[in-house]
């Protein structure tokens, strides 16, 4: 009957490590977004001032102060207040000076996506990723956002080919993309390779806090097997002692 009791526990902790992978999935873009818009995002746009129109960097931080209002975490979204934001998102993506528009479609896409329009937000990340005269820092950065969002329904194979294309040493990305593929296996039910990845980020000291913080906690809801050391690590069984010796029947 413990056995019975073990594996009931077993699987329930599972299914909460699939349940708070959905739920971190949404989380970490948000991260993703608020990393971008702190640092190489903020010091690209600031490069392309000069060339932008007084204007547009009004209605770019209107907009963006909109789109942060309209995400009221008790009282849900305020789908005019988003869809007012998308739409000049959109102008300004469509019409804007180069230095605002790959921003402006990153904007727009999360809150198409918001607001229940996930083709078009797919759509629009991609266009994002597709861009060659865009830099490679958001390029990437539409890439991993997408992927995080469509965790649920994306081919989980394809999925996690696109985010090994992200993991090099040397990419910004590469923490958000591990976890991702953790989230994929968890998916999947592959616990173990998810909880060898969290352990890696977890002592990562170039992963963002926010994401080590969630890979701790995503940590701690996998079942006990997943955690133990593989079989090929294992220190092996000490011999077993030898008996005192038969005696050797005389014929």
Not at 98 to 106: D, H, N, P
Not at 211 to 231: E, G, I, N, Y
Request: glycine share 6%; aromatic share 6%.
């Amino acid at each position: 009957m413990p056995d019975i009791f073990d594996e009931v526990e077993e699987d329930l902790r599972a299914e909460r490590a699939r349940s708070l992978a959905r739920r971190f999935g949404g989380l970490a873009v948000a991260l993703a977004v608020c990393v971008v818009a702190g640092t190489g995002a903020y010091v690209w746009w600031s490069q392309q001032q000069q060339a932008a129109a007084g204007t547009t960097a009004t209605r770019f931080i209107a907009a963006s102060t909109q789109a942060d209002k309209s995400v009221q975490a008790l009282a849900g979204l305020d789908r005019a207040a988003a869809g007012q934001a998308a739409a000049t998102f959109a102008d300004i993506a469509a019409h804007g000076p180069a230095g605002y528009r790959i921003l402006a479609k990153l904007h727009l896409a999360g809150l198409q996506w918001q607001l229940g329009q996930t083709q078009l937000a797919s759509e629009t990340w991609k266009s994002v990723t597709d861009d060659t005269s865009a830099p490679q820092l958001l390029r990437d950065l539409a890439t991993v956002t997408s992927a995080q969002h469509q965790l649920d329904n994306a081919n989980p194979v394809l999925l996690k080919q696109t985010m090994e294309g992200l993991t090099a040493q040397d990419n910004p990305w590469r923490p958000v993309a591990e976890q991702v593929i953790a989230l994929i296996d968890i998916r999947q039910g592959k616990m173990r390779e998810a909880a060898d990845i969290f352990k890696r980020l977890m002592a990562d000291p170039m992963a963002p806090e926010g994401v080590r913080q969630m890979v701790s906690d995503l940590f701690t809801t996998l079942p006990p097997d997943a955690l133990a050391l593989p079989a090929a690590t294992k220190p092996p069984s000490p011999p077993q002692a030898a008996g005192p010796a038969k005696p050797v029947p005389h014929g």
